[in-house]
């Protein structure tokens, strides 16, 4: 079982940046995949950014949506069991609720299908409102 509980959603003028962080607490379930979704109104949930740490060398691996490529930063601090959102150039079309999620991965092309598709991933956090304006 994993707890993720999102911070540092707000309200932001276009341009403008935000961190949002994603603590994983009460921890025991084993994961290797984190990601970033986003919420709009009238929009189905879109997954932004995901990292992927796993394989026989166990190189961290990041992958993004067309979107927010070269404008959003996913990033972790294992110490802190924390995942960030670092959100740059922010546009009134990134407003919306942004979630976090977690899962085991088999392997990258699994992290590659569910950031495409919100039902893959099994454990998410509670989302955490942006609004740029």
């Known amino acids: 079982h994993v707890q993720l509980v999102e911070s540092g959603g707000g309200l932001v003028q276009p341009g403008g940046s935000l961190r949002l962080s994603c603590e994983a607490v009460?921890?025991?379930?084993?994961?290797?995949?984190m990601a970033w979704f986003r919420q709009s109104p009238g929009k189905e949930r879109e997954g932004l950014a995901a990292?992927?740490?796993?394989?026989?060398?166990?190189?961290?691996?990041?992958y993004y949506a067309d979107s927010v490529k070269g404008r959003f930063t996913i990033s972790q601090d294992i110490a802190k069991n924390t995942v960030y959102l670092q959100m740059d150039s922010l546009k009134p079309e990134d407003t919306g609720m942004y979630f976090c999620a977690a899962d085991w991965a088999p392997g990258e092309n699994w992290v590659k299908a569910a950031l495409s598709n919100s039902n893959i991933f099994n454990y998410w956090g509670q989302g955490t409102q942006v609004t740029v304006s």
């Open positions: 990292m992927y740490g796993g394989g026989a060398t166990y190189t961290e691996r990041t």
């Open positions: 009460q921890d025991t379930t084993k994961r290797n995949a």
